[in-house]
């Protein structure tokens, strides 16, 4: 999901600043899923795009009279123009490490390593007037902390929810019961599971994962890091992951 919603964010980028966005990811009972996008401009942005400095004289489509939807925020109307595309698998290309989804939820991790990545994420979005990017899933969300649908099966997302850079998730009833299983850690070079008491060589780098809802929060000796954390310091080491689902995993550890 997020490579889709980045790829849409890029896109206006490109074209100006100043418009707005849209989307959705319908996911079905097998996991299939379909996506739609649309882009919304104001006049005096339509018109820049159809100049022919931007446009070079070619039809660009984009003109008030083929918009598919109008709407008016804060006074000003917006120009919609849609694009849809479907696909037939949804497990590759809507799961990785720092987000997934399911029929049964999603994770989100937005959260950033620095204040310069967060900056530059910031102004990203601030060139879009309004975000408004939904997720829609075959059973009721049971736990969320983004806003929800009346109905409880659409997830709901702004701009501003992206801004906090924080882990965002919705997920049903039905994945909360299955998830009994507590995340665990790999050693990114081997993808062998890290093991309580064993010794590993300076420069294990963690990777984290679940087995469903994925990892909210994880520790490496009382202090949060991030996936794909290197450790260098010789001694034992206590990793503390947690899941969404409110399973924990303790592991024990010695760089020798």
């Known amino acids: 999901m997020k490579k889709r919603l980045v790829c849409l964010l890029a896109i206006g980028a490109m074209l100006l600043s100043g418009c ?58 917006y120009y919609g123009f849609e694009d849809d595309e479907n696909a037939s698998t949804a497990s590759e290309s809507l799961e990785e490490e720092d987000y997934g989804i399911t029929p049964g939820g999603f994770f989100m991790d937005t959260t950033l390593a620095s204040d310069e990545d967060l900056e530059m994420a910031a102004s990203m979005y601030d060139m879009f007037d309004f975000m408004d990017i939904s997720i829609t899933f075959p ?34 009833e039905k994945t909360l019961d299955n998830d009994k299983k507590g995340p665990f ?35 490496l000796d009382g202090k949060k890091v991030t996936n794909g954390v290197t450790v260098k310091k010789k001694g034992i080491h206590k990793l503390v992951l947690e899941d969404y689902a409110g399973n924990t995993s303790t592991i024990k550890f010695t760089i020798k």
């Not at 009972?29 to 820049?48: K, Q, V």
């Not at 070079?56 to 804060?74: H, S």
């Not at 997830?155 to 501003?160: A, M, N, P, Q, S």
């Not at 850690?185 to 809802?213: H, M, P, R, S």
Request: hydrophobic content about 30%; charged content about 30%; aromatic content about 8%.
């Open 20 to 77: 707005g966005m849209a989307g959705n990811i319908t996911v079905n009972e097998d996991g299939t899923y379909t996506t739609t996008s649309r882009m919304y401009y104001t006049e005096e942005e339509l018109a820049t795009l159809n100049s022919e400095e931007y446009s070079g004289g070619a039809d660009t489509g984009l003109t008030a009279d083929k918009a598919v939807e109008v709407v008016e925020k804060n006074g000003v109307k």
């Open 139 to 172: 059973e009721e969300m049971a736990v969320a902390n983004v806003n929800l649908s009346d109905d409880k099966k659409t997830v709901l997302l702004t701009k501003e929810d992206y801004k906090k850079f924080t882990k965002l998730y919705a997920f049903s």
């Open 185 to 219: 850690a790999l050693n990114a070079n081997d993808q062998k599971k890290i093991k309580n008491n064993k010794k590993y060589k300076k420069g294990l780098v963690l990777q984290f994962a679940d087995n469903a809802t994925g990892i909210k929060t994880s520790k």
